[in-house]
């Protein structure tokens, strides 16, 4: 699989340390424009020119079926977000069959990538509550309550029923731990593999993706464990107050755009954190003339 370019990260490490000369430590600004030289292979770097989200909905979820309907004609928040950044929404039915939903994610962003998209968003509508927090306790060899997230329970009892279930699921989950893929069966997340097969490919095509959310945390662990390499091409929207999301970023160890401490973001903190990146895209866009600036200073001292 390819890898990003380790020189232009290099380089980008090395103007971003001379504009700390002047400018000061940027950040988190200055780690995402080292991580985005590599993965655009080209130092400085250039903001994205053609997101896109894609969302996938999960099967007989009539919830999810009518935000897939709000998306789809650019209501809400999501879709006021992304007609003001531009950002390309598809809104695709995926399919309950394990195979065929990673077969669907791996054609859909060849087709994106093949478009001109340049960085990619995969989530899932989706109305479980639980399979995607007990493939994240699974693959971070979490117990269930440090996955299960208390947002929403109304009682101790009912937060204890839902840890109940995300134990069930992971019992379940533990006996097929040799196929990562073959996980997502064992506990009813089939529709997760279209996101797998995104991110899978979408790192064979040598383009980003950003990470968001509960079920797209969940599908990055799955796809690591098939290529380990993979997670040099990703990026996470933000932090989360989700137990499992929590768990789950600390074991992927990529780049966290922002601060947004989110539970269910259902693309809004992909769209939140975007221009965000977008700006640190830019941060070495005129390093050259601080480099110069800085060589003149200590010609002077």
């Known amino acids: 699989m390819i890898v990003p370019d380790g020189a232009m990260a290099q380089a980008a490490r090395a103007q971003s340390e001379a504009a700390a000369l002047v400018h000061g430590s940027l950040g988190t600004l200055s780690d995402l424009s080292i991580w985005g030289a590599g993965v655009q292979r080209q130092c400085p770097t250039s903001q994205f020119s053609q997101p896109a989200l894609i969302f996938f909905v999960a ?14 004609n650019g209501l809400g928040l999501v879709g006021d977000l992304a007609h003001a950044q531009g950002v390309r929404v598809k809104v695709i039915e995926a399919p309950g069959d394990l195979t065929d939903a990673l077969a669907l994610g791996r ?11 340049d960085i990619v968003i995969p989530l899932l509508l989706n109305d479980d509550d639980f399979a995607a927090a007990a493939v994240i306790g699974l693959f971070t060899r979490s117990d269930a309550a440090a996955v299960t997230s208390t947002s929403g329970a109304q009682s101790d009892a009912e937060w204890m029923d839902r840890c109940a279930s995300v134990r069930d699921a992971m019992r379940k989950g533990r006996q097929v731990m040799g196929d990562p893929l073959e996980v997502l069966a064992s506990v009813d997340a089939r529709p997760l593999a279209a996101l797998v097969g995104v991110l899978l ?14 079920d797209s945390c969940a599908a990055a662990l799955v796809a690591q464990r098939v290529s380990r390499s993979a997670t040099q091409w990703w990026v996470a929207a933000s932090t989360s107050s989700d137990r499992a999301v929590i768990r789950g970023l600390d074991h992927l160890e990529i780049p966290i755009v922002t601060d947004l401490q989110l539970q269910n973001s259902s693309g809004v903190g992909a769209l ?20 110069e600036l800085t060589m003149e200073q200590e010609a002077e001292l």
Do not use: C, F, W, Y
């Not at 490919?201 to 509960?214: E, K, L, W």
């Not at 221009?275 to 830019?282: D, F, H, S, V």
């Open 272 to 291: 939140t954190a975007l221009p965000i990146l977008q700006i640190a895209m830019t941060t070495l866009q005129q390093v050259p003339i601080v480099n």
């Open 201 to 214: 490919q979408s790192s064979t095509r040598a383009t980003p993706a950003m990470i968001d959310g509960r």
């Open 59 to 72: 099967p007989g979820s009539l919830m999810s079926q009518q935000k897939a309907h709000d998306i789809r």
């Open 107 to 117: 054609a859909v962003v060849d087709s994106e990538i093949d478009a001109g998209t």
